[in-house]
């Protein structure tokens, strides 16, 4: 059976992002916390944490970890509320990844509508790689996925992608470069993907809003 206070240890972990910072919240020692965080390793079988200098990074394994310990730990909450008659109609979970390239003001503007229904949403976001996110949809940890392209055709994965609009991209420049840019990038592609995020993939954004089948 899983330990909950293993689980609540991890959680303030992957919050504070140091391991030092969290013993100190939670009043043990880092070498106490950390032999907990072992042992919750260990029981789940996978690494949950990776150490990049004197900070700790969730592993894949351990941001699906964290998604479902705020899950837990939120219905916990809500079990409180109700045990003192204090619980509101308990509101659906709607839970959009949105991909590191979209623009935070515009995903808001396509997502307001879902707040404004008549029975109560409650609008969980996760900003991350298009392709983790993706992969976060196929087995159903994300109910929508806002990103600037489709679906990677690489990625066996069942889903759709509907466009919501696009834009342009400006370039800015200082007058006295202006015509020498100008001249230069007339004469090239408009814009190569890079390795990750896509950026400058086309000269025109598009927002597309990714479901599974």
């Given amino acids: ?38 042992a919750f390793e260990e029981r789940l079988g996978v690494a949950l944490f990776r150490r990049n200098g004197r900070r700790l990074e969730l592993t ?4 699906t970890a964290l998604v479902y310990a705020d899950d837990i730990f939120q219905i916990g909450a809500e079990l409180e509320d109700a045990a003192q ?9 709607f839970r959009v990844g949105i991909a590191e390239v979209v623009p935070k003001a515009i995903a808001y503007q396509l997502l ?29 940890r994300l109910d929508m996925v806002l990103a600037d392209r489709p679906l990677p055709a690489t990625m066996d994965i069942k889903g759709y992608s509907h466009p ?26 408009a814009g190569r993907s890079t390795a990750d995020s896509g950026r400058g993939q086309r000269a025109a954004r598009a927002a597309v809003a990714l479901a599974r089948a």
């Fill in 1 to 38: 059976m899983l330990n909950y206070r293993h689980l609540y240890y991890f959680r303030t972990v992957a919050k504070a992002g140091a391991l030092n910072r969290a013993a100190e919240k939670l009043h043990l020692t880092p070498q106490t916390l950390s032999g907990q965080l072992s």
């Fill in 60 to 63: 894949d394994a351990g941001r």
């Fill in 85 to 93: 008659n204090r619980l509101a109609p308990r509101a659906h979970p």
């Fill in 164 to 189: 919501l609009g696009e834009c342009g991209i400006a370039f800015l420049a200082a007058r006295t470069i202006g015509s020498a840019l100008g001249n230069g990038l007339s004469s090239q592609p």
């Fill in 112 to 140: 307001a509508p879902a707040l404004a229904l008549a029975e109560p949403v409650k609008l969980v976001c996760l900003e991350d790689r298009l392709e983790q996110l993706a992969a976060e949809l196929s087995i159903h």
